[in-house]
């Protein structure tokens, strides 16, 4: 049975940091797509980063030189260093697992409907 659960959330002031993980089990995760997710109140759920099975990353605009998604294969464990928080990226935060080895799906990485397996989700508050 595959399982993904996110830690790491909490309440931050604007420019502060916080670093999000994603334990996974009963899942070879280290060759696969796996991406974070977060959802605002009244918002759909959008795609703020992945990782590929190879490595390669992808970034929602909003984020960009600011999240850093990683993995480690020897723990299983996927990662998002959030820095320079904004109020803006307040939501709860989801960790997400593709069948699909590479993030790549019809021309974008953040089709959620591509994602197979979610864990249940860590809330982010960002103040200003």
């Known amino acids: 049975q595959v399982q993904l659960v996110e830690s790491g959330g909490g309440s931050v002031q604007a420019g502060g940091s916080l670093r999000l993980s994603c334990a996974t089990s009963?899942?070879?995760?280290?060759?696969?797509?796996m991406g974070w997710f977060r959802q605002a109140p009244g918002k759909e759920r959008e795609g703020v980063a992945a990782i590929d099975g190879d490595g390669s990353t992808s970034y929602a605009d909003s984020v960009k030189g600011r999240f850093t998604i990683s993995k480690d294969n020897a723990k299983n464990t996927l990662y998002l260093q959030m820095n320079s928080l904004k109020p803006e990226d307040t939501a709860m935060y989801y960790c997400a697992a593709s069948s699909y080895p590479l993030c790549v799906f019809g021309g974008t990485w953040s089709d959620r409907n591509e994602y197979n397996y979610w864990g249940q989700g860590t809330q982010v508050t960002v103040s200003s």
């Open positions: 009963g899942y070879t995760y280290s060759s696969h797509c």
